[in-house]
């Protein structure tokens, strides 16, 4: 009989923590997450309520939010696998913290609206991360690792902007980025100790393009291989669902007796749907496969959306208990794909390119969370909110079926 017959298992998530260089990984994570949705939330408050800050502006910062994702990217991506991730990380520690002390002391309008800029830019240093859970992470703590980070982002998603909105109250509301100045000192440890583990892996010096690193741009690494291509247009079909069903919930919402003060809780449902998603997505990636499980998303939502159009149409009542149970489900959806995103870019790309790949994918991920909601926005002004779900719900199960065939025929599940 074996000595460790009866020993109690150690939990996967102490397990992680375990690991060298894991607990700078969750540090940098959570800070990082926490930041960007305090300073998200109280960029808005402060434009609205300080700067009293017109139509145009608002859209302004909103796009600069974006910009250096859609833009940069792919480029920050493809840094991190080629540059030491000390020095991107601190980079961009630097790039945030004088951001913040900007927004902080921003006299103006415009001056703010530079700052957020440089905000967005600040967000591009977590590149180096998927190279780090790569060399760090085990395959067999790799769905725990991603459960882990899911739920952590949604949690933060769910009480930073509370305490953005409490903030919100105070006289001088711009004082609120106190708040993500401190996180930046604070995470100022983190990747001083991952740079010490990185450094046991051997990072080849910058050089000038080759033959083959041409063969191994993100684009064709994505492309060639069937598991990463059918993950990809999956998951590029479901944002661009979401987002096209993102404006015209708000819109829904303004025919309940509630209105538009259910926003808050319906974001919560979305958030409590996607923590539950994050908990579950691993044992059913176990059981499914990531492409299965991913049309199962694509057809869960439409069959969800095509309830919703059913509602608006026949002239039911529609509550914020409904909307929010709808958003809950596709809250937890989205934590499954995503969970199986990352899944397919840590076990089937490349280790010299992993962090490329990953801004890519994210790059066109992001691409249509963009262009989703202007769709969806025309569609609720021509055709009216019933027929705009209807259309989402048709879109997202012809696609999972187009994806299922087109998956048989590159030999996938």
Not at 280 to 298: F, I, N, Q, S
Request: hydrophobic fraction near 55%; include cysteine.
């Amino acid at each position: 009989m074996s000595p460790n017959m009866y020993a109690i298992p150690i939990h996967p998530y102490r397990a992680l923590f375990k690991l060298d260089g894991y607990p700078a990984i969750f540090g940098i994570r959570v800070t990082a997450s926490i930041s960007a949705w305090i300073d998200f939330t109280l960029i808005f408050i402060v434009l609205i309520g300080q700067f009293q800050a017109t139509a145009f502006q608002l859209a302004t910062a909103s796009t600069l939010m974006w910009l250096p994702m859609l833009l940069l990217g792919p480029k920050a991506g493809s840094l991190a696998d080629h540059y030491p991730a000390q020095r991107i990380l601190f980079s961009a520690l630097a790039i945030r913290g004088a951001s913040v002390l900007l927004l902080l002391v921003a006299p103006t309008v415009e001056l703010f609206l530079m700052a957020v800029l440089l905000r967005a830019l600040g967000n591009l240093g977590t590149s180096p991360l998927p190279l780090a859970v790569r060399h760090i992470v085990p395959n067999a703590l790799l769905s725990d690792s991603l459960r882990l980070s899911v739920s952590v982002e949604q949690g933060t998603r769910l009480v930073a902007p509370m305490v953005a909105g409490v903030v919100g109250f105070f006289p001088a509301p711009q004082q609120g980025f106190v708040l993500s100045a401190v996180l930046t000192l604070f995470s100022l440890p983190f990747p001083a100790r991952l740079g010490r583990v990185m450094a046991r892996f051997a990072t080849p010096a910058p050089k000038a393009p080759t033959p083959t690193d041409n063969a191994l741009s993100p684009w064709r690494v994505l492309m060639r291989s069937p598991q990463l291509s059918v993950t990809l247009w999956t998951s590029v079909v479901y944002c661009f669902a979401i987002g096209y069903l993102e404006p015209l919930i708000p819109i829904l919402l303004t025919t309940v007796p509630e209105g538009a003060k259910s926003y808050g809780f319906v974001m919560g449902m979305t958030s409590a749907g996607a923590l539950a998603g994050a908990h579950y997505a691993p044992r059913l990636h176990t059981r499914l496969g990531a492409a299965p499980l991913m049309r199962g998303c694509l057809i869960g939502t439409g069959v969800a959306t095509a309830a919703a159009s059913g509602i608006v149409l026949t002239g039911i009542g529609v509550s914020g208990w409904g909307i929010g149970i709808y958003w809950m489900l596709t809250g937890a959806l989205y934590a499954v794909m995503l969970t199986c995103l990352e899944l397919a870019i840590q076990i089937h790309a490349p280790t010299e390119r992993i962090g490329a790949v990953s801004a890519k994918l994210q790059n066109t991920r992001l691409m249509a969370l963009v262009a989703g909601p202007l769709l969806g926005g025309a569609a609720a002004t021509y055709l009216g909110v019933g027929v705009g779900l209807a259309c989402a719900a048709g879109f997202a199960v012809i696609s999972a079926i187009v994806l299922k065939i087109w998956a048989a025929r590159r030999d996938m599940n």
